[in-house]
């Protein structure tokens, strides 16, 4: 059964940072795209980076020059490190693997991150 586990989440001050991980266990990793999307209270989940298999990564405009995306193949684990965090990040994430010519698409549970003073 193929699982994404998301860590990392939790409480920090306006201006701090925290590093998502998603850890996946799904066979050939590399083949997946990865994604990280983000739901905040009354709100639609809204993507907020993607990752392709070559190591392309896509920001939406919001967080672009403070969070970057990242994957390690070998550890089957994707990553966001998240800097210079705002209030308006408050959010539960999502980990998301696409592997789309397989028609294969898997979600983690989210980890929650609330950034307030």
């Known amino acids: 059964q193929v699982q994404l586990v998301e860590s990392g989440g939790g409480l920090v001050q306006p201006g701090g940072s925290l590093k998502l991980s998603c850890a996946a266990s799904v066979i050939r990793f590399s083949w997946y795209k990865m994604a990280w999307y983000r739901q905040s209270e009354g709100r639609q989940r809204e993507l907020v980076a993607t990752?392709?298999?070559?190591?392309?990564?896509v920001y939406i405009d919001s967080v672009k020059g403070r969070f970057t995306i990242s994957r390690d193949n070998i550890k089957a684990t994707a990553y966001l490190q998240m800097n210079n965090l705002k209030p308006e990040d408050t959010a539960l994430y999502y980990c998301?693997?696409?592997?789309?010519?397989?028609?294969?698409?898997?979600w983690g549970k989210g980890t929650l991150v609330t950034v307030s003073s």
């Open positions: 990752i392709t298999t070559g190591g392309t990564a």
């Open positions: 998301n693997a696409e592997w789309r010519s397989q028609n294969m698409n898997y």
